[in-house]
Nanobody, 119 residues
Framework: QVQLVESGGGLVQAGGSLRLSCVAS????????MGWFRQAPGKEREFVAA????????HFADSVKGRFTISRDNFKNTVDLQMNSLKPEDTAVYYC????????????WGQGTQVTVSS
């Protein structure tokens, strides 16, 4: 099992920045990728960004490309999501995820952290 705990959510004005962090514990040696999903009120959960644990390759949703970056620290078992130029439509609960099989399959989810962007 892998446990994930997010932090760093909050309220920010449009155009501002926030940094989300996620720390993994448990069977962290099994992680092959970590990332972030989000779910806005009344909408389906959607992929935001992911990073491979060994090579560090990254993937982003088109909606956040050029504004968000993702990084990881293999020693601390953390993954961060730096969000810049935030828009009201980025408002959502953001979930940290971890996969132990492949990058597109996420087996573990955190409880989520709220990000609210005011216009």
């Amino acid at each position: 099992q892998v446990q994930l705990v997010e932090s760093g959510g909050g309220l920010v004005q449009a155009g501002g920045s926030l940094r989300l962090s996620c720390v993994a514990s448990g069977r962290t040696f099994s992680i092959v990728a970590m990332g972030w999903f989000r779910q806005a009120p009344g909408k389906e959960r959607e992929f935001v960004a992911a990073i491979s644990w060994r090579g560090g390759s990254t993937h982003f949703a088109d909606s956040v490309k050029g504004r968000f970056t993702i990084s990881r620290d293999n020693f601390k078992n953390t993954v961060d999501l730096q969000m810049n130029s935030l828009k009201p439509e980025d408002t959502a609960v953001y979930y940290c995820v971890a996969g132990v099989v492949k990058m597109s399959q996420y087996d573990y989810w955190g409880q989520g952290t709220q990000v609210t962007v005011s216009s």
